[in-house]
């Protein structure tokens, strides 16, 4: 495949523009241009093709992980999924699973490269999680399910759950605000009881404070 035209692109510094002569294009980095030593005019074997291809996607995958991290933090494993993952109006139905496989290597590669240069922080990440769901007033298996579902990896689960608000104050408020000034009745509770293992709270902690509920009402 011969590479008919190279130059710097108008609007993105640091891009370079490839035209093929199967009237392809591609956009690649200025260390591709240095690394492929590119030049216009050059037979590009199939291998060096789908080296500068394989750049090009990573290229689009880091501006992407930027993106995606400018917005709000997350773990490694959750940019990972999101980043080899292809909206609906860009997926290949043709797309094999070699394909597949090669958009998840780059998107791992990609993802620890942000972990490396400080811009994804997994222990970090899990006590935001822990802070940001324990101040809206879930309990401790929601929390971990949430670390879970975010793609924390579990070695920093521990450390972070120790932020969490553990005193019987926020499920108090709770319980208060769901009985909404109803008197504590045994039916009554038992919906709260519900209501507050809904939101990840254990028993023990559950029925501690009904208990106090119950006790001050009598």
Avoid: C
Avoid at 67 to 73: G, V
Avoid at 110 to 138: F, I, N, P
Avoid at 150 to 176: I, Y
Wanted: charged residues 40%; proline residues 3%; glycine residues 6%.
């Amino acid at each position: 495949m011969k590479l008919l035209k190279l130059e710097p692109s108008s609007r993105i510094e640091g891009r370079w523009l490839i035209w093929l002569e199967d009237g392809s294009l591609l956009r690649v980095g200025e260390g591709d241009v240095v690394s492929f030593s590119l030049y216009a005019g050059m037979e590009l074997s199939e291998e060096q093709l789908e080296g500068l291809k394989q750049a090009q996607e990573k290229a689009k995958l880091n501006n992407k992980a930027l993106t995606l991290l400018a917005a709000r933090p997350m773990s490694q494993r959750e940019l990972e999924r999101k980043l080899s993952a292809k909206s609906p109006r860009t997926r290949d139905p043709q797309e094999g699973e070699e394909q597949r496989q090669q958009r998840r290597e780059l998107a791992q590669e990609v993802a620890q490269r942000m972990a490396q240069v400080g811009l994804v922080d997994d222990r970090e990440y899990a006590s935001t999680v822990v802070r940001h769901y324990s101040r809206k007033g879930y309990g401790p298996a929601k929390i971990r399910d949430e670390l879970y579902r975010r793609g924390v990896p579990r070695e920093f689960w521990d450390e972070a759950m120790e932020e969490r608000d553990q005193g019987d104050d926020k499920l108090r408020a709770l319980v208060e605000k769901k009985l909404r000034g109803a008197a504590p009745t045994r039916e009554e509770l038992k919906k709260v009881s519900a209501y507050l293992a809904r939101r990840g709270f254990d028993w023990e902690e559950i029925s501690r404070v009904l208990s106090q509920v119950e006790q001050e009402a009598e």
